[in-house]
């Protein structure tokens, strides 16, 4: 596929998406870079700033059989993978398929669901197959998790074990939009009406080529070198007590990968590493007790470790 048409996908992809998702341009760029990259993305923030109308526009927009998980306390890992029925007829159990089995995933409010069943999603999400009672099942591809979760200090919710916020190439906040851009929501017609209207922006084949076509962007030695040493850095860094694992990094360069599709180039540049770095990296990190003291985040000690690391140029 040559750069113009991969970066016309991705422009047509975001812009689909920004007619129901009003004034989140960058958040938009960085959700359209996370599914192209073949990663999985997180989004959280306050209820009602619309992350799950981004999770359904986004699927509408590429034409993917698409799935939608509503977490509660009382939801089972079986609920998600799927569970074996007895056939009287056969006399035989039968395994009927859970809302895993699907291109893209909406895991809605993630965090209140309880650790057990949190962690159904983690071979999914990592290795696109599940291990069920009825044996191992491959995942189709592409698979596309986006999971929105509420602020940890939300009542009834549950912290994501940090295997799992591992998995997440990503993790984003819209946070609350302009006044003008809020106006132009209150002036629209219905959520419901303009998502059952909303159009394909692409055919689910190209899309599927796109994926393969933003893996072939070009990563030079020098570049990858840059992001080992940062996060490596994350690992030694004041207040870390685990810094960013090698996912991190990978995630980090397909993410580059994505940033620099999207600006019609075949080539990763620095700047694509630098703005990815804070959402890709910052939530794997785990803070020691004194950077609550201290009230040092986990996105400043990122943009911390880049201020003093040597920046290609």
């Known amino acids: ?20 998702v009003k004034g989140h341009d960058s958040v ?10 073949g990663g ?6 306050v209820p009602g700033t619309g992350k799950t109308t981004l999770a359904k526009a986004l699927a509408k927009s590429l034409g993917m059989k698409f ?19 007895f056939n009287p007829k056969t006399s035989a159990f039968e395994f009927k398929k859970g809302p895993v089995f699907a291109n893209m995933i909406l895991a809605d409010e993630i965090n209140r669901a309880s650790p057990r069943t949190q962690s159904a999603m983690l071979e999914a999400m990592g290795e696109g197959q599940v291990s069920t009672d009825a044996g191992q099942f491959v995942l189709d591809k592409p698979f596309f998790v986006i999971a929105t979760q509420n602020n940890i200090e939300s009542k009834g919710t549950y912290a994501l074990p940090e295997s799992q916020m591992d998995r997440f190439s990503m993790k984003l906040s819209l946070g609350y939009v302009s006044a003008e851009a809020e106006m132009e929501i209150l002036n629209g017609r219905g959520f419901v009406t303009a998502l ?43 207040n870390v007590k685990l810094g960013a694992s090698p996912r991190g990094a990978l995630a980090l360069m397909k993410a580059a990968q994505a940033t620099a599709a999207f600006d019609g180039r075949d080539f990763v540049i620095p700047d694509d590493i630098l703005t990815n770095a804070v959402p890709v990296l910052a939530h794997r990190l785990i803070l020691d007790n004194s950077a609550f003291i201290s009230g040092t985040s986990k996105e400043k000690v990122v943009a911390s470790v880049l201020e003093n690391i040597k920046v290609p140029v």
């Open 1 to 20: 596929m040559e750069i113009r048409e991969l970066q016309q996908i991705l422009n047509d992809v975001k812009n689909n998406v920004a007619k129901l």
């Open 28 to 37: 938009l760029t960085k959700t359209v870079c996370a599914f192209f990259s």
């Open 40 to 45: 999985h993305l997180l989004l959280e923030d």
């Open 67 to 85: 799935s939608r998980i509503q977490f509660t306390p009382d939801l089972m890992p079986s609920d998600i993978t799927g569970v074996s029925i």
């Open 196 to 238: 059952d209207e909303l159009k394909p922006a692409v055919s689910f084949e190209k899309a599927c080529e796109a994926i393969r076509a933003v893996e072939e962007i070009k990563v030079s030695d020098e570049l990858k070198y840059f992001m080992v040493t940062l996060v490596n850095s994350t690992r030694s860094a004041p």
